[in-house]
């Protein structure tokens, strides 16, 4: 059983959690032990304790751990990424970028806690002189979904200890394994006892420990929208800060003068790869008319054309459904969709050597933006394709979603590109660019029912993991 890392040292749990890989279920990636509250609790005071010594400690030693956690994530990406590939199911090419992602990450951070900074001013008073300054926001919980169970878990942990933070950290039950690799190279990278813990655990308990534990001054979460509002509410009764990332239904516009070379790979990459499960996947296509037959012709011949299969076969395109639920909550939205009168093209279980959740990629064709299966987040590999007349059509269907996180366009046309950009109701903008698939080194996140909070990722991390001080000095 793996245990988890609390004030420096590997604690086992009365109860393990089983992690199979859901391209193979007889393949056990592992047993990880399973915290209670009452180790929750354990890890949080630990935490509260290493905080004044971890936030007084030099940008150096903080820059020095994260780089060193980079380099290791560096050079072990080939086994962390088939070790991902096996808990997770997306492919080994897919896994193996994640997992150089998260290093990319860390050793950005490492360069940001070097270079944290503040104001000097001229106070309004004589002889008064005013210092604007950033320090840790104390003990940070941080709760993380299974889809990205690497990349993600890096880019909040990075800027935590970055900017003088503790750290628990609570990974998804589904993905454990990565979670603890990465503890095990933060731990072993000499990270001081208490500065960051990992406790494994269910979302009702170790989760729900978190956000209601006084000594816990901040939640950065990302998951459904259902479990971050009701974490928002209690954060909020706690005062505690809080950011949440959670679901889509990005929109992918495409115009009458898109290049159908850009436009159909663009969507067969956000709608299905990694299986579908990207908050920013592509899964309404909104096609003008003039345009619609044809693209959908390309797009229907290259989606039933993508090989579905085991991540670790070379050949496999798109990997297995995360899960046996996951994979009955997809087929009941292709059944849903059809209901509607949608016309479903793919989208049915599929069987390959192993036993595992593997399901054929769906498009839902002639489908309204008034269906179900056109308004709630599937998380699967479903996209709605949804038939408009002009450029205002699209625009304000895209708009039409109670989610804002990315937003897509193609088009050859500057001006609509220009008017997309500025009117999409959405965090993030992509022209002739899938929805999915984002930078490092710059703001991530959405609006309306996708985001709250501020932005994680590049600099504007540091508006959450840091809090201000506005000091006043007068006489000396
Ligand atoms: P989820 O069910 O909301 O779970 C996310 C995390 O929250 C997991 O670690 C989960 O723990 C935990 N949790 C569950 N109930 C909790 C509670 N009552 N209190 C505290 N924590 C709790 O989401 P998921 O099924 O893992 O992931 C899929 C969702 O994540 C999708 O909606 C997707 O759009 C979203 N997502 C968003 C982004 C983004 O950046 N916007 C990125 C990736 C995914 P357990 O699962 O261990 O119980
Ligand atoms: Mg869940």
């Given amino acids: 059983m793996k245990h988890n890392l609390v004030a420096g040292e590997w604690i086992p ?24 509250a009452a180790q929750t609790n354990t890890a949080i005071e630990a935490a509260h304790a290493a905080l004044p010594k971890w936030a007084a400690s030099t940008p150096q030693v903080r820059s020095d751990l994260l780089e060193a956690v980079a380099q290791a994530l560096f050079a072990r990406a080939d086994e962390i990424g088939t070790l991902l590939a096996r808990e997770e199911g997306k492919t080994l090419a897919e896994a193996k970028g994640e997992t150089i992602r998260a290093a990319q990450i860390f050793r950005f951070f490492a360069g940001e806690a070097l270079r944290v900074a503040g104001d000097a001013l001229a106070s309004v008073r004589p002889g008064v002189s005013i210092e604007v300054s950033r320090e840790p926001v104390g003990v940070v919980g ?21 900017y003088g933070n503790t750290v628990v950290f609570k990974p998804a039950e589904l993905t454990p394994a990565c979670g ?28 729900e420990t978190m956000v209601n534990h006084p000594l816990v001054d901040a939640i950065s979460f990302t998951g459904s929208v259902g479990v971050g509002r009701a974490i928002a509410a209690k954060a909020a009764s706690w005062m505690k800060k809080v950011q949440l990332e959670m679901g889509g239904k990005n929109p992918m516009v495409v115009l009458d003068d898109a290049d159908l070379d850009i436009a159909v790979p663009a969507v067969l990459n956000g709608a299905f790869y990694s299986t579908g499960q990207r908050c920013t996947a592509s899964s309404r296509i909104i096609v003008q008319a003039g345009i619609h037959d044809a693209f959908v012709e390309r797009l229907a011949a290259e989606t039933a054309a993508l090989t579905v299969g085991n991540p670790l076969d ?112 959405a965090g993030m ?34 508006e959450f993991y840091t809090t201000v001080k506005t000091a006043y000095e007068f006489g000396g």
Avoid at 142 to 151: K, R, S, V, Y
Avoid at 344 to 367: S, Y
Avoid at 446 to 460: L, P, T
């Fill in 13 to 36: 749990a009365a109860d393990a959690v089983e992690n199979r890989n859901p391209a193979d279920t007889a393949d056990l990636v592992g047993l990880f032990a399973l915290a209670d």
């Fill in 142 to 162: 941080l709760i993380t979904p299974w889809n990205f169970p690497i990349a993600i878990p890096a880019w909040k942990i990075a800027p935590a200890l970055a």
């Fill in 180 to 207: 603890h690799v990465l503890a095990e190279i933060i731990h072993d990278a000499g990270c001081p006892a208490g500065v960051f813990n990992l406790v494994v655990g269910s979302g009702s308990v170790v989760g």
């Fill in 314 to 425: 070379a050949a496999t395109q798109i990997g297995p459904v995360v899960s046996e639920r996951q994979l009955a909550g997809n087929l009941s939205y292709v059944a849903l969709a059809a209901s509607e009168g949608a016309e479903v093209l793919g989208g049915e279980r599929l069987n390959r050597d192993t036993e595992g959740w593997f399901q054929a990629p769906a498009l839902f064709l002639n489908a309204t933006n008034q269906m179900r299966s056109s308004r709630e987040e599937i998380f699967g590999p479903c996209a709605s394709v949804i038939k408009v007349a002009d450029f205002d059509e699209a625009l304000s269907v895209a708009n039409d979603t109670e989610f804002g996180l990315s937003a897509g366009i193609c088009t050859s046309s500057l001006k609509h590109a220009r008017a997309f950009k500025s009117g999409a109701k």
């Fill in 429 to 462: 903008v992509m022209v002739n660019l899938p929805t999915a698939g984002v930078d490092y080194h710059v703001p991530f996140g959405g609006r309306k029912g996708s985001s709250h909070g501020s932005r994680e990722q590049g600099r504007y991390a540091a």
